[in-house]
């Protein structure tokens, strides 16, 4: 199937499950859909959870950080314990300490950042109890968490935005868990593996071939690794590989569920305040981006790099093929990694370190503007609504009204906790970016120098800091300096965004709802997508764009000089 | 028929209003000296936007002395600049409102009142040592001591100091029109003040200081984007700061001076810079309109309103009803019916009675009649309902039709059948008919319409455009309402009103999430101006409703709320137009620096110095000039405030973007490019 079609059909795909998996979400959120009440039951009563007891923005917040922080050491006590835990056919030794903490807030944080290759480092204990698990779980505090904020513009004159445990579990229970059976079973289907046992050694005494093909738990784990834009992979190939992406047809799958929630979303988003057109407007907000990005994209790795054409081939009629998947070829390759790094996902198909400067960057753009487009699932929505609000004011003063979102005014509080949310994750990564730089631990683990070297190191905070998980590879990130700054940068990333987000919530549900009149700033509007498109690419370009310019810019820039 | 003689009349100079010139000398130069003395981190500090540009000032100059070069001292004098402009802009605003304030000041000057003791007797004490509660005596010549009500007696004021408006006003003793402000000056008779407000806290004294912006408080918008601004100051801060490692790493060098002139350029100093300006300067233009905000949120809350309660009489339409047209009954002429009505009116100075005189000479040239035979004129009383007059054996009569009716029939004479009906129709166009007998025989009816104010339709619809929908609140029954409301334009009407339904409705509209406006300045208007979001109190209105409402009108015109809906729009657009003008300019200048950075290292950069600047020196020297000659250029607007057409809220924020934000995108490119030009000449 040629890349247009592959196109047009996931774009047909997503419009079509739009609507129904979007208002499906509303029910589940509203809970009007209670079709496995004899499950959720008895986990409330199991866990002491009285369901019919709502929260305000800080006990919904405390419950959130609190069980993150419980899920974080558990996660990281099954790291370092997966040599007693069983379910370890390969005998992996327990992981190290720098690495286990990295590792378990990459998944609690839903970034996925992998400074591991899973096959040969986790035991099948530690890739389905401790990871795929965390998988689900922060793929739904995520939603929880857009839904809280969702909840605040929509109540009014109310002191609560909802519960996090029935939001969380309703989450897992109602969205995930039946999407990502489903996507198991078609994942099978089409070859991916998922077993217990370890591994196949093959000796053909005919020739003297001899391999060991590593196996496990694969296709359960890839489809929630897609669904709840994880992104992390079982193998470290990720989505290159075989065993986790072995057919076109999975290629397309995999983007398909990557998309499905976060754009979904949007739908929940205008049924729950009562306009879909005001979700209308934030979904074509994202499409602009993501097609944009991917048309770039596209045509950037169209052409080889310079350093191939240094080698004397100067041309290629399948476009840059360096670090990409015969099966995939350049194109497919283009928007499985493009999707995965506009939604947080991370995951790969191909080797982001061998694109060409402007395909990096590509990838890199999106997690700069903050992940929102259409970004993970939940933070892709609490996060552009963040963006939304800061338009919002800037916009709404400039109608001569105070600014007002869906009938909420924006006023001081509110543009304190949308700026916080919007600007924490630049300062976070330039910051770290900074320091990794300037010390030698920092600098060590670069493969290449100059702009390219640089290009890897932003990539990798840009990556963590945006909970997206992608790697640009050519960074050895397995040390200690990398291990904890990165695990300090998601956790900003991931709770910097969050808190301000219910915040925000918590601040907007008790207020009362300005009656719209023709004076009022509308924001389902051509016009509000635009300013929020402007907005978006002003606050990510601006920060951005001095460090790019040394990066990918730079070295595009300098014409085939190598680096 | 009070109303008639408070009626105001348009006004367009003020007492303390009066438009004046942007650039006066007398505002200028003080305030070239004050933006000097306002170099102080002291005084920056609250301007963080500023502040930075002053630490970055300071760093410049400090590169500057260890290690001179051309372009490092221009950076800093230009830095300098920067801090003294935004200086300048804040000072030329407050310059203005203190020009203002002294102009007050000088009816503080110390008179002498004349304070009655319980028992009646008289002494003379200075003005300042009043006590709330005292009680003067003001005869004809006095000027009013401070602020008070009248307990005792009427006269006539002119209140030309405040208002700027020289016809003087009458002030009594009980009813609507009671309250008298310090400094005005009776012209007539003699009354009795209470006082109501020390020394400190008179009405002057509370103009003069929100004038001065001396305790100005930042309006709700102004706290909010004030954070937004800082927030986009924070952020670039980690922005440039690391600029110089990953410079090192990349093996690029970046020069200290050029990493804060970026950060100076990025920031948003155009907005930082005026935003205390646009304020003040808002406050000030309201003033001009001789409105008096208790306080600057009162004129933000203004531009959210989205209805508006207007008292029909006196704001829709004008004071009093005037005869339009004579309707004859029966076998009875037109000229006929005019002639007995003017004779009945001869003696009647309502306005009503008067309106009957004049459209009697404007239709038939019916003038003073001669009246030889032996007449006595019939005054109006509240059990007649008639008045009239009796002339020989004749006697004439005109009132309420109902009276009148009653009168004939007593006298033996019969009601034409057609004259309910009559009355019926001109009830319902709302008008009110007035029947006018000779003896027992019904001639026919007078018509006395309520005149809609000139204009006024257009500037409902005006409002309608922006959103804002418009009551009328009457006494008069729903048919009459409804009819004048039709005419009047307005979007709804309460009929019958008493001030409890006034009260009803401004909650009722508050609970469906509208903000309220209504003018008002009787003492039973006072729980509904202080219920509304903006309740603006006429001047020549009691103490009670003055207090309620949290805006005075020194002219006493309800139809003045449109303007201040129009002054609280404005100060928000122009905040919001510079913001976004600020932020978007940051792209040009991002293309002069960046290249300018690196282009030594990395000479492929070259590609993004689209606008082909001379040298990185140039380009650096030219995007931190244009951003300081971008804040004196905008002083102006920021003064004026941006040019508030009324239409729909879609069509206001197109325009902006259009004018603001892509304006704001291109002009420094060109800006930046021509400033390039000229530097080059100099040896950048």
């Not at chain 1, 992406?245 to 569920?257: E, F, K, R």
């Not at chain 1, 390759?333 to 493009?338: D, E, G, I, T």
């Not at chain 2, 093996?251 to 990493?259: K, N, P, Q, Y």
């Not at chain 2, 303007?563 to 913001?579: C, F, W």
Request: hydrophobic share 50%; net charge neutral.
């Amino acid at each position: 199937m040629s890349t247009a079609w592959t196109i047009v059909v996931l774009v047909v795909a997503l419009g079509i499950s739009w609507r129904f998996i979007g208002s499906y979400m509303e029910a589940v959120y509203e809970r009007r859909v209670n079709w496995l009440r004899f499950i959720e039951r008895p986990i409330y009563r199991v866990c002491g959870i009285d369901d019919q007891v709502e929260q305000g923005w800080r006990r919904y917040a405390t419950s959130l950080v609190v069980f993150s922080g419980v899920a974080l050491g558990f996660t990281y006590l099954i790291l370092r314990l997966q040599g007693h835990l069983g379910l370890n056919p390969l005998h992996q030794p327990a992981v190290t300490p720098a690495l286990a903490f990295n590792t378990s807030v990459s998944f609690v944080t839903n970034t996925n950042w992998q400074n591991y290759s899973g096959e040969t480092t986790m035991s099948f204990f530690s890739q389905m109890i401790a990871l795929a698990s965390q998988m689900f779980i922060s793929a739904s505090v995520g939603i929880a968490v857009a839904v809280g904020l969702v909840r605040g513009l929509k109540r009014q004159h109310s002191k609560t935005i909802g519960n996090f445990w029935v939001d969380l579990t309703r989450g897992i229970l109602y969205i995930l868990l039946p999407i990502a059976f489903v996507a198991s079973i078609i994942f099978v289907a089409q070859g991916a593996v998922d077993t217990l046992s370890g591994s196949i050694f093959i000796h053909n005494p005919l020739d003297g071939f001899k391999q060991l093909i590593l196996l496990g738990p694969v296709a359960s784990m890839e489809a929630i690794k897609e669904l709840g834009t994880n992104g992390g992979g079982f193998f470290n190939a990720n989505g290159a590989h075989p065993f986790e992406n072995p057919t076109g047809l999975t290629n397309i799958l995999s983007i398909y569920l990557i998309l499905l929630i976060p754009v979904g979303l949007t739908y929940t988003f205008g049924k729950m305040v009562g306009s879909i057109k005001q979700g209308l407007a934030l979904l074509a907000a994202m499409a602009i981006f993501f097609f944009s990005f991917m048309a770039i994209g596209l045509s950037a790795e169209q052409h080889t790099t310079a350093a191939v054409a240094k080698a004397g081939i100067t041309h290629s009629a399948s476009g840059n093929m360096v670090g990409k998947e015969a099966r995939f070829g350049a194109s497919s390759s283009v928007l499985y990694n493009v999707t995965s790094t506009q939604t947080s996902t991370g995951s790969v198909n191909s080797s982001m370190d061998s694109y060409t400067p402007i395909g990096g960057l590509t990838a890199m753009g999106g997690m700069m503007l903050g992940e929102v487009t259409p970004g993970g699932v939940g933070s892709g929505l609490y996060t552009i609504l963040l963006f939304a609000i800061v338009t919002v004011f800037v916009g709404g003063l400039m109608v001569g009204r105070t600014p007002e979102y869906l009938g909420k005014k924006i006023q001081a509080r509110e543009v304190k906790l949308a700026a916080i949310g919007v600007l924490i994750m630049p300062i976070t990564v330039l910051v770290a970016s900074g320091i990794a730089v300037s010390i030698s631990q920092g600098r060590v683990g670069v493969l290449n120098p100059g702009p390219h070297g640089f290009s890897e190191i932003l990539y990798a905070f840009t990556s963590q800091g945006n909970n997206n998980g992608s790697a640009f590879a050519g960074l050895s990130s397995n040390t200690a300096f990398y291990n904890i700054s990165g695990a300090i940068v998601m956790l900003i990333g991931r709770f910097g965004v969050i808190l301000p987000a219910l915040a925000l919530g918590g601040a907007l549900a008790e207020k009362g709802v300005v009656a719209p009149s023709l004076g009022t700033f509308r924001t389902d509007t051509i016009l509000f997508c635009g300013l929020l498109v402007g907005v978006i690419l002003i606050i990510g370009g601006l920060t951005f764009f001095p460090a790019l310019s040394l990066g990918p810019l730079a070295e595009q820039l300098s014409h085939g000089r190598l680096f | 028929m009070n109303t008639a003689l408070a009626e105001p009349v348009e006004t367009k100079k003020g007492g303390m209003g009066g438009k004046r010139p942007l650039f006066e000398k007398e505002v200028v130069l003080p305030a070239l000296i004050e933006s000097v003395k306002k170099v102080n981190p002291k005084v920056q500090i609250k301007n963080p936007v500023m502040f930075v540009v002053l630490i970055g000032t300071v760093v410049v100059a400090y590169k500057a002395i260890f290690s001179p070069s051309l372009f490092s001292i221009s950076v800093a004098v230009w830095l300098f600049l920067t801090v003294l402009m935004a200086n300048f802009a804040e000072a030329m605003a407050e310059g203005r409102g203190k020009a203002q304030a002294n102009s007050l000041r000088k009816m503080q000057t110390d008179t002498q009142a004349r304070l009655i003791s319980a028992d009646g007797i008289e002494t003379l004490v200075v003005a300042s040592d009043l006590k709330k509660g005292d009680q003067v005596v003001c005869e004809a010549g006095d000027i009013i001591p401070s602020d008070g009500e009248i307990t005792e007696g009427v006269a006539s004021v002119d209140e030309s100091a405040i208002t700027g408006e020289s016809a003087p006003v009458i002030r009594e003793s009980g009813g609507d029109r009671s309250a008298v402000t310090g400094g005005t000056k009776v012209l007539s008779d003699r009354i009795v003040v209470k006082i109501t407000a020390e020394r400190g806290h008179t009405f002057l004294d509370r103009m003069i200081s929100l004038v001065e912006g001396a305790e100005r408080q930042k309006t709700p918008n102004e706290v909010a984007l004030t954070i937004l601004l800082a927030a986009l100051t924070i952020v670039f801060l980690p922005v440039i700061v690391v600029l110089q490692p990953f410079g090192i790493f990349s093996g690029a060098h970046v020069s200290v001076v050029t990493l804060v002139a970026l950060l100076v350029c990025l920031i948003p100093t155009t907005i930082g810079a005026l935003l205390s300006s646009i304020g003040i300067a808002g406050m000030d233009r309201l003033v001009q309109k001789n409105v008096l905000a208790m306080s600057g949120r009162a004129v933000e809350a203004a531009g959210d309103v989205q209805t508006l309660l207007l008292d029909k009489t006196g704001t829709i339409t004008l004071g009093n009803r005037m005869a339009s047209r004579f309707v004859p009954v029966a076998s009875h002429s037109e000229l006929e019916l005019a002639l007995a009505a003017q004779m009945a009116s001869l003696a009647d100075e309502t306005p009503e009675g008067r309106s009957i005189v004049v459209l009697a000479k404007d239709l038939f040239n019916i003038r003073e009649q001669n009246m030889s035979e032996e007449h006595s004129f019939v005054p109006f009383t509240a059990q007649t309902r008639m008045s009239g007059l009796d002339i020989g054996d004749s006697k004439i009569r005109k009132g309420a039709t109902e009276a009148v009716k009653a009168w004939v029939t007593a006298l033996g004479g019969q009601v034409p059948s057609e004259l309910d009906e009559v009355t019926a129709a001109i009830s319902k166009s709302g008008s009110t008919p007035l029947a006018v007998s000779i003896d027992n025989e019904i001639l026919g009816v007078v018509e006395l319409k309520d005149i809609v104010k000139d204009g006024i339709k257009e500037r409902f619809q005006m409002l309608r455009s922006i959103g804002i929908k418009t009551i009328m609140i009457t006494g008069d029954n729903p048919l009459t309402a409804a009819a004048i409301a039709a005419e009047a334009g307005v979007d709804d009407y309460l009929a019958e009103a008493t001030p409890e339904d006034k009260l009803e409705l401004i909650r009722a509209n508050q609970a469906e999430g509208k903000l309220v406006a209504m003018t008002g300045d009787g003492t039973n208007d006072a729980p509904a101006l202080a219920q509304a979001d903006v309740g603006v109190a006429m001047n020549s209105g009691t103490v009670a409703a003055k207090e309620a409402g949290n805006m005075v009108d020194l002219d006493s015109n309800p139809t003045k709320l449109i303007d201040v809906v129009e002054i609280g729009k404005q100060m928000l657009i122009t905040r919001g137009a510079l913001t976004t003008f600020s932020i978007a300019n940051d792209v040009a200048k991002y293309f002069a620096i960046i290249p300018a950075l690196f282009v030594s290292e990395f000479p492929g950069l070259s590609a993004l110095n689209i606008m082909r600047l001379h040298s990185p020196d140039s380009a650096v020297m030219s995007a931190v000039i244009f951003n300081a000659l971008i804040i004196i250029a905008l002083i102006p607007l920021a003064l004026r405030g941006v040019k508030f057409k009324p239409s729909s809220a879609s069509q206001i924020l197109r325009r902006n973007v259009m004018i603001y934000g892509v304006g704001g995108l291109i002009l420094p490119f060109i800006g930046i490019k021509v400033i390039d030009l000229l530097v080059s000449h100099l040896g950048f």
